[in-house]
Structures are given as structure tokens and as C-alpha cells.
Antibody, heavy 119, light 111 residues
Framework: EVRLVESGGGLVKPGGSLRLSCAAS????????MSWVRQAPGKGLEWVGR??????????DYEAPVKGRFTISRDDSKNTLYLQMNSLKTEDTAVYFC??????????WGQGTLVTVSS | DIVMTQTPLSSPVTLGQPASISCRSS???????????LSWLQQRPGQPPRLLIY???NRFSGVPDRFSGSGAGTVFTLKISRVEAEDVGVYYC????????FGGGTKVEIK
């Protein structure tokens, strides 16, 4: 069974940093592209970015609002995906989901972790 | 960036009746590899999104056959043949042909 479990959310002040984790199980994590998607309270889904598997270069892509502030990384030995968030703004307040991206589809999603940016 | 536009914003439906959601993209979603990476997701209240349909019309594992997808190019449709109470939630289209973007969502509720 594919399982994705996010952790690391919480309350942080504007300008602060936070690192989210996504623990994966039930599939070959090292062979998977992984994405982060966020959802602000009462709003729709917004793609944050992705990291490809090492065979595809392990490269990352980011959406404009987070580019230069957020970094996606992975540790295939721990089956874990990370999202390092720096210079946080109030508009980054959202539930952050990780998802497995498989041939142009996010087929499995975690339950999400809430990040609140507020003074 | 490809913009995805969904209509309607809200769809009140009687139990047992059909529902239809439209999704339009700002440019063709046909990838250079010949595939069209358009999928549909369901998000029930308080839950994470769940994949229903991928590559326009393919039902994901465990998805009831009352859900179907169709379309081509820039115009796509999700249909629920007979709405059940468990279908209440917000439905999103998503494209992954160029980057990854979501439609704004359509709320399906029971009349």
C-alpha cells in the first residue's frame, strides 16, 4: 500500500523558516518523481514544485511564488522528501501536501501538514 | 503558464441525477509525446485530493464507473452518471503537459 505522511508543519513568524518532511512507503521511492502542492485556507490547489528521480537528473522545478525561497530535496536512503521553506510570508499559510507524480499524474497524496505564517 | 478554467463554480445536484463539470485550458494539452496529461481529482470535505481520472478518460484504481472523462485539445469534461451522497466535494482538473496547474475547482453539493 502506497503511503505518504507529511510532518513538520506549525506556526512560524513572517521571515522565518520551516522544513517539511514527507515519509514514503509502499513503492520504490527512488524511482519516483515527487511533488509538493499547497492549499490555502478555503482556497484551491496550488502546485509548489517537484523533484525528479536521480535517473532523470534529480532536478527540481518551482512555481514562481516560491522560487528562490523554497527548496525541494530528497533522501532516497530514507524514502523521504523534504521542503525547505525560507523567508516565509503570510501568503504561504496553507496545508502542504506531498504527492507521487507518475507519468504526468499525481496518483497518491499525503494527508497534508498545516503551515501557518503569522506574527 | 497554462491556465485551467473550470465551470461551473458550484453544481447543486439531486441524488441519482447526473452532473457534468467542464475544464478548459489556455493552450493545447497535447504533449510532444502524443499524450494529453489531463486528470481529474476529487477532494471530499476535510480530506486530501484523490485521483479519479488520468490522461483524459482513464479511471484510476478503485474509482466507480459512474465517473467518466472525455475531451481533447483544450476542452475536457468530467461526468458523474448518477450522483451519490459520497460524491459531495470539490473537483479539480489538473494538467501536467507543461509544468503543473490546477483548475479553480467545482463544488458538487446535493440539492
Amino acid at each position: 500500500e502506497v503511503r505518504l505522511v507529511e510532518s513538520g508543519g506549525g506556526l512560524v513568524k513572517p521571515g522565518g523558516s520551516l522544513r517539511l518532511s514527507c515519509a514514503a512507503s509502499g513503492f520504490a521511492f527512488s524511482n519516483a518523481w515527487m511533488s509538493w502542492v499547497r492549499q490555502a485556507p478555503g482556497k484551491g490547489l496550488e502546485w509548489v514544485g517537484r523533484i525528479k528521480h536521480k535517473a532523470a537528473g534529480g532536478t527540481t522545478d518551482y512555481e514562481a511564488p516560491v522560487k528562490g525561497r523554497f527548496t525541494i530535496s530528497r533522501d532516497d536512503s530514507k524514502n523521504t522528501l523534504y521542503l525547505q521553506m525560507n523567508s516565509l510570508k503570510t501568503e504561504d499559510t496553507a496545508v502542504y501536501f506531498c504527492g507521487r507524480e507518475y507519468y504526468g499524474v499525481i496518483d497518491y497524496w499525503g494527508q497534508g501538514t498545516l503551515v501557518t505564517v503569522s506574527s | 503558464d497554462i491556465v485551467m478554467t473550470q465551470t461551473p463554480l458550484s453544481s447543486p445536484v439531486t441524488l441519482g441525477q447526473p452532473a457534468s463539470i467542464s475544464c478548459r485550458s489556455s493552450q493545447s494539452l497535447v504533449h510532444s509525446d502524443g499524450n494529453t496529461y489531463l486528470s481529474w481529482l476529487q477532494q471530499r470535505p476535510g480530506q486530501p485530493p484523490r485521483l479519479l481520472i488520468y490522461k483524459i478518460s482513464n479511471r484510476f484504481s478503485g474509482v466507480p464507473d459512474r465517473f467518466s472523462g472525455s475531451g481533447a485539445g483544450t476542452v475536457f469534461t468530467l461526468k458523474i452518471s448518477r450522483v451519490e451522497a459520497e460524491d459531495v466535494g470539490v473537483y479539480y482538473c489538473m494538467q501536467a503537459t507543461q509544468g503543473l496547474t490546477f483548475g479553480g475547482g467545482t463544488k458538487v453539493e446535493i440539492k
